[in-house]
């Protein structure tokens, strides 16, 4: 009897590792805001939304309500992601859902809901963080990657789908959890390598949307300031040169501002005139003048809570 019951816990040990921990979800009736803590106006739009997004511990990081990982895996995920948030300042979110759906923006709908009505990215500027959804629906498996906040910048559209195709194959045969931890590590790739040339002049705002920023351009800027100057000169130099050089002393004179006082004295039958020059002082003024002068291939969205976000090219299989 001893003997079948060291056979029972050994088998028990062994099997352990392959549960799956269920996802804890909360009450949202039961938290202020209805547990909604970003700056997210809630109205007769996106409150039925809110009701249907599960309520979760934004510390796990993982939430496998498709049950395709064991405790374990979840476990070993949660401390790889933690190390990456860390060290970018973005958070990490796997979900894992089975559903049905009808086209791709339900998938991407759920996705962006999940993110944005639970505590993801609350540390973290922008509210960034990356989100891979699984649908792992039978007649039609799908998965995709969600960017928020400064993660856009990170990761465009070209990026974005180098991941996804890098995990696919894992994702294909099921090895969910050599896809997911590929994923994290392909995340921390590209940010040490930075920001995204596409982005590089983008920036996000409050509300997670991209924005070009404005750079003057120099160099062109300069050049048609010397062209302008340059067709100025040539035009004062041309008008100088139509000025005829005077000659004869009157030349110099402004005839209708000499005033003239005659007086005649008859001597030896000739004629003395002598006369006094009044003459008016005057300038000229000058003159001036003065003129004035979806993300790159991918996919930017808002979600029901109107704020915005990225996504890359879903996969089916």
């Known amino acids: 009897m001893k003997k079948y019951l060291l056979i029972l816990i050994a088998l028990l040990t062994i099997t352990s590792g392959s549960v799956s921990a269920e996802v804890k979800t909360y009450d949202r009736q039961q938290y202020d805001n209805y547990g909604v803590k970003k700056d997210i106006h809630i109205n007769d739009n996106n409150i039925n939304n809110i009701y249907e997004t ?79 959804l699984r649908n792992a629906y039978s007649l039609d498996p799908y998965y995709d990657m969600y960017t928020f906040g400064d993660a856009q910048i990170y990761y465009d559209y070209s990026r974005m789908n180098s991941i996804l195709d890098y995990i696919g194959d894992d994702i294909g045969d099921r090895n969910y959890y050599n896809a997911f931890k590929s994923f994290i590590y392909e995340l921390d790739f590209y940010y040490e390598t930075g920001i995204s040339p596409v982005y590089r002049d983008y920036y996000i705002d409050s509300n997670g949307d991209l924005h070009k920023r404005f750079n003057p351009p120099i160099i062109p800027a300069l050049f048609v300031s010397s062209i302008v100057t340059l067709i100025i000169i040539v035009i004062l130099v041309k008008r100088n040169k139509l ?68 996504s890359g090219g879903g996969r089916h299989r």
Do not use: C, W
């Open 54 to 132: 599960a309520l979760v511990d934004a510390s796990e990081k993982i939430y496998d309500f498709a049950d395709i990982l064991t405790e374990e895996e979840e476990l070993l995920l949660r401390e790889t992601a933690n190390n990456f948030i860390q060290k970018s300042k973005m958070d990490v979110v796997i979900l894992t859902i089975n559903k049905q759906y009808y086209n791709d923006y339900e998938n991407e709908n759920i996705a962006a809901d999940f993110y944005d009505y639970n505590d993801f990215g609350l540390d973290f500027e922008n509210y960034s963080g990356i989100l891979l």
């Open 243 to 310: 000025v005829s050089k005077p000659t004869k002393a009157d030349e110099y004179l402004d005839v209708n501002s000499i005033n003239y006082t005659e007086k005649t004295d008859t001597f030896k039958n000739a004629v003395t005139s002598s006369y006094t020059v009044s003459s008016s002082s005057g300038g000229s003024s000058g003159g001036h003048s003065s003129g004035g002068s979806r993300s790159s291939g991918g996919s930017h969205s808002h979600g029901s809570s109107g704020r915005g976000h990225s």
